[in-house]
């Protein structure tokens, strides 16, 4: 029998890859259970698609954003509010991948590794499962109307602390009334994506503010510095404009103005790697993480760049992309100390999180110094230019945009900016597509929107 | 200070608003009467993988307990000097380390010669041996008989055969398995049977009170039927068998699922499957009477081989088709697959006793017959059981001739004729084509993996309770996706149980080889349980999608009636491998007087 004993390796064989698929499986069963679960035909989970939300979904006031009754899902009661936060909360068929309803499903729908999709007394509002946004119903509500159904994204968040306090993203719909989206393409183009986190735009002047956070850091005497500007200028055959001759300006003055051909040279004196090295700092070329959700990354590939091409770069009209949420944390970061705070869209409620200790994901994007010097600037471009009376008592500092989107289409309209106030530290973004200029009818929308959030912050 | 004041009164306030949270969520608990079934499903639901996780140790420990006594059937005697005990029915003699009687001196052959015990006692079989072997100093043909006295001799090694005596002490085996045995020296069967029993009844109950409609003794009746079949032939064992019973109890607890899942899945055919697992055991009682004796077992072999070939014919001539294979045969009254009983005469058919084994290496009448059930197979179009046909031909073929470049071979000409099959049968290429990447077919052809995957994490590790789920109505759930109904309803943690307990039969196997009496036993053996794992490897990994879903049955669980005769068939041949008596195993005395009987003293 010893003889055949051995023979018996072949059985041997097919019990270790057994074993061994048994194992592999295992493994992935522990790694991947909660992917499978969360599929829209899971029925346990799923009824026709809509999530059975096991826990209620709130947001920082309390206010009720979205449950489950009765096995149907019920959102807020308020169609301003419904509309203004589809894309954090999504829609009911998981069409917003990165709505809290997909992103969240796996807490949301209650299931757990031990007990499944198990319900005891098909009880479906199992605390557990409960949510908390850090966004104020009310805030996006008014960013809502204020942005007049005009497509874009507003975005607002807490520099300090990361709370992303205002979201929205236009077009929208209300997902108890869910419209006929593709009978009219063009009125929905683009509904399913939150613009705040997934859209890339051109920023246009906006990323001056990059260029100017580079020259203070690389050029010498930078603050002294005159630049002349007669509203055109040939760049190695390339032409930059200007919309009217800025005269001698200084750098402030430059950016106040939005000069572009003092721009250009500050560009071209700089180089393209110091360019991307700093647009690289600023966030540009990678994704942030709010969450568990990422953000779309911005692009800038200016290193090899030379002579209009580059010109063109550091007034943020080359090939640059920029993504709304990244510059709004860019601006954060100005406002912070040169110390990007990674925006939060979850607000822990459990006891654990009342425990003391920094849990925020913080970097160092800026040297202190060159944060402060532009952020003065900021806050004279305010003075100077987009008018302070527009901002009253907000201690505004911001950057407008206009970015040429080519052909016979109005420019996008940007304003980023902050508010300079301990007890309101507030960093924003708004971005309207085809909007024209940007302090003009961004920087309109901010204003409105920003005198809602201090009040809000205020109450709280 | 003041920054501590308010700090203090943050977490107060957010003590506060918690409370609140847990008190209305407890509030919420309470506000819905809670019905008897949920509170049933919240206590049973921790109860079973308990249950099934002490089944499976209590079943494995002591099977692998090497006690209980290795019976000897004789000496080869040196006069005066020392003897070596003769351990098997068939015993190969040789200078070689495998050779189970080592004999080393250099004019003894390798390989010298057999002795083996058939129906005409013991019998002394030269394997070409350069120094011949003379009994009573005559020269040994091919074989020829020895009797008790007769004094054999390899070359010119000298040995007597002398009978068993009593009150020698008997050998005890050393196994390296021996430290697991030891760690369940008290477990009874008896017990293991109860919790077997508890699980079953716990396990209807929990279906009866999920049902909504339908009258509750349509599936307690059947549940009752088996819990009696099983107790029935449980008290036989105990009464008329020395053998150990953790093997059956551990099939038990499978034909227990398999009831659950039939329960859910096709309640009309319950009774049906409690029958056929009522006919299973009475087939693998039969069969272990009748292989008891290899002479029979032999017989039996032509038999059933003859068996097959007729039914093949008739499957090709008149068989239907059902879910794209043709290997159903409907006589009016009794549907069933005849490709599943093939399988039983296909594991006998590469059996051959030792002496064949050495002399003969000519596998040409398995390869025919083996070639012969897969090109009907092909015929029939069903892949997953020509592959279990052809795995289970290379273990088999594998032990009968020991020549690795000869089975290399048949397995690179089968790939390439593999290939050829994918390549031809857009039906089957389709298969492959979703393989690993389930997901995006997720509505199309990846339609039951994905459904699979997706309910067997609902059901996390402790399951939703019998009866709760949902992949119950998918195409060929109670077949070839019962592992994830088992993960759904029961939970990860007997859906794994179960899958380990074949897996184990497969140890087990391994285990008994070096025991086994005659190589008929250990090549049925490994043959039976290869088909086992194999059927489990495709059924749970092809459910998974780990390999290409090929839509065989996860033996003994599945719903089938022929499947789980066959199934019970198979195991006979595992069982007929295990020699060992349980220690509680009765009469010792008793036990000797037969050894004497059976060595034709």
């Known amino acids: 029998m010893k003889l055949l004993t051995r023979r018996a390796f072949g059985l041997l064989i097919l019990t270790l890859l057994l074993v061994a698929g048994v194992l592999i499986f295992t493994v992935n069963y522990a790694i991947n259970a909660d992917s499978w679960a969360q599929h829209a035909t899971n029925k346990h989970l799923y009824t026709d698609g809509q999530l059975k939300t096991a826990g209620k979904l709130y947001d920082r006031n309390g206010e009720i954003l979205l449950q489950t009754v009765d096995g149907i899902q019920k959102y807020n009661v308020d169609k301003t509010v419904r509309s203004a936060l589809l894309h954090a909360v999504g829609d009911s068929y998981g069409n917003i991948v990165t709505s809290a309803q997909v992103a969240y499903s796996d807490k949301l729908s209650g299931w757990d590794p031990l007990n499944g999709a198990y319900r005891f007394n098909n009880n479906l509002s199992s ?91 690389h050029l010498e005497n930078i603050h002294t510095r005159v630049y002349q500007c007669e509203g055109e200028r040939i760049i190695n055959g390339a032409k930059v404009t200007c919309p009217k001759s800025h005269g001698n300006v200084t750098l402030e003055q430059a950016l106040a103005e939005s000069c572009n051909i003092a721009f250009a040279e500050i560009s071209l004196e700089l180089g393209g ?6 647009a690289e700092k600023a966030g540009f070329n990678a994704s942030i993480k709010i969450d568990g959700i990422r953000t779309l990354e911005g692009k800038v590939n200016v290193s090899e760049a030379e002579g209009g091409d580059l010109a063109w770069a550091g007034i943020g009209q080359y090939s640059n992309t920029a993504n709304p949420l990244t510059l709004m944390t860019y601006v954060g970061s ?74 016979d289409e109005k420019p996008h309209s940007w304003f980023v900016g902050y508010l300079n106030r301990e007890d309101c530290p507030l960093a924003f973004v708004v971005v309207i597509e085809n909007g024209g200029s940007g302090s003009k009818v961004a920087g309109s929308v901010a204003g409105k929107v920003l005198q809602i959030a201090v009040q809000r912050v205020a109450e709280e | 200070m003041d920054i501590l004041i308010e700090n203090a009164t943050q977490i107060m306030d957010g003590i506060r608003a918690w409370a609140d949270r847990v008190v209305e969520g407890i509030a919420a608990y309470l506000s819905n009467p809670i019905e008897f079934v949920e509170f049933y499903t919240f206590v049973v639901r921790w109860i079973f993988p308990v249950l099934a996780v002490l089944v499976l140790l209590r079943c494995v420990l002591p099977l692998l307990r090497s006690s209980g006594s290795d019976r000897i059937w004789g000496f080869l005697e040196i006069k005066d000097a020392y003897r070596i005990p003769i351990m098997h029915w068939e015993n190969s003699i040789g200078r070689s380390k495998l050779s189970d009687i080592v004999i080393n001196l250099p004019f003894v052959s390798r390989s010298h010669a057999v002795l083996s015990y058939g129906e005409s006692g013991w019998t002394i079989a030269d394997l070409g041996s350069k120094g011949g072997v003379r009994v009573n100093g005559e020269i040994i043909e091919k074989s020829g008989r020895v009797e008790i006295g007769d004094t054999i001799s390899f070359a010119s090694a000298e040995f007597q055969f002398v009978p068993e005596e009593e009150g020698i002490e008997r050998i005890k085996r050393k196994s390296r398995l021996d430290w697991l045995g030891k760690l369940g020296p008290n477990i009874t069967a008896g017990k293991t049977f109860l919790f077997i029993l508890v699980f079953q009844l716990l396990g209807a109950i929990q279906i009866i009170l999920s049902k909504e409609e339908g009258s509750p003794l349509g599936v307690l009746y059947p549940f009752l039927l088996l819990i009696a079949a099983e107790g029935i032939y449980y008290f036989i064992l105990s009464k008329f068998s020395k053998k150990y019973r953790e093997l059956e109890l551990l099939i038990y607890f499978l034909c227990g699922m398999n009831l659950f899942v039939v329960a859910v899945t096709a309640p009309g055919s319950l009774m049906k499957q ?74 006998l058919a590469g059996t051959a006793t030792l002496d064949k084994l050495l002399t003969t290496r000519n596998l040409t009448a398995f390869i025919g017959f083996s070639g012969t059930c897969i090109a009907a197979l092909i015929l029939m179009r069903d892949l997953g059981t020509s592959v279990i046909f052809f795995i289970t031909f290379l273990v088999i073929a594998f032990m009968r001739s020991g020549d690795i470049r000869t089975i290399a071979f048949i397995s690179a000409g089968a790939v390439l004729g593999a290939f050829a099959v994918v390549s031809f049968l857009p039906y089957i290429a389709s298969r492959f084509q979703a393989w690993g990447h389930v997901w995006e077919f997720a509505d199309t052809i990846g339609y039951q993996q994905t459904r699979t995957l997706m309910y067997s994490a609902s059901g996390g590790l402790l399951g939703l309770g019998g009866g709760n789920g949902y992949l119950v109505g998918i195409p060929a759930a109670d077949t070839d996706l019962v592992f994830g109904i088992l993960c759904e309803e029961w939970g990860f943690i007997v859906a794994l149980c179960a899958v380990l307990m074949i897996v184990f039969l497969a140890f087990y196997v391994l285990f008994l080889m070096r025991g086994c009496k005659s190589s008929f036993y250990a090549i049925s053996a490994c043959g039976a349980v290869s088909i086992f794992l194999i059927q489990t490897a495709l059924n749970v990994f092809g459910s998974l999608d780990l390999l290409p879903l090929t839509g065989v049955t996860l033996p003994f669980v599945s719903n089938g009636g022929s499947s789980m005769v066959v199934c019970w068939a198979l195991l006979s041949f595992i069982k007929a491998a295990d020699e060992r008596n349980r220690p509680d195993g009765g009469d010792f005395a008793l036990d000797t007087d037969e050894t004497r009987e059976g060595a034709g003293a």
């Not at chain 1, 607002?156 to 992303?164: E, Q, V």
């Not at chain 2, 039914?311 to 069933?336: D, P, Q, V, Y």
Request: with cysteine.
């Open chain 1, 334 to 407: 100005i406002a912070n100390d040169g110390i990007r705070v990674t925006p939060r869209l979850i607000r822990e409620t459990n006891l654990l999180s009342l425990l003391p200790g920094d849990r925020l994901r913080k970097k160092r994007v800026l040297s202190e110094e060159t944060a402060e010097t532009l952020g003065i600037m900021m806050r004279n471009n305010v003075k100077e230019s987009y008018g302070e009376h527009n901002f009253k008592g907000l201690e505004l500092c911001a950057k407008s945009g206009t970015a040429e989107v080519g052909g």
């Open chain 1, 273 to 278: 790697k110091t360019l991307q090295n700093y």
């Open chain 2, 274 to 347: 409690v029958v056929a697992i009522i006919l299973g055991m009475i087939v693998y009682a039969a069969i272990q009477l009748i292989i008891k004796d290899v002479g029979r077992g032999r017989k039996l072999k032509y038999i059933l081989v003859g068996c097959s070939i007729l039914l093949m014919l008739l499957n090709l001539t008149i068989g239907e088709a059902r879910f794209g294979a043709k290997n159903w045969i409907n006589l009016g009254f009794i549907t069933f697959q005849p490709m599943e009983f093939v399988k039983v005469a296909f594991v």
């Open chain 1, 127 to 217: 605390f557990n499962s409960d949510m908390t946004l850090t966004l104020d119903g009310e805030l996006c509500a008014a960013a809502y109307q204020a942005m007049k159904g005009r497509k874009g994204t507003v975005g607002i968040y807490n520099y300090k602390t990361g709370a992303l306090l205002c979201m929205v993203s236009m077009p929208t719909f209300d997902p108890e009334n869910r419209p006929d989206v593709e009978a009219k393409p063009d009125q929905y183009e683009g509904v399913y994506m939150n613009r705040l986190f997934s859209a890339a735009y051109t920023p246009g002047s906006v990323f001056k503010l990059v260029t100017a956070a580079a020259a203070m850091d």
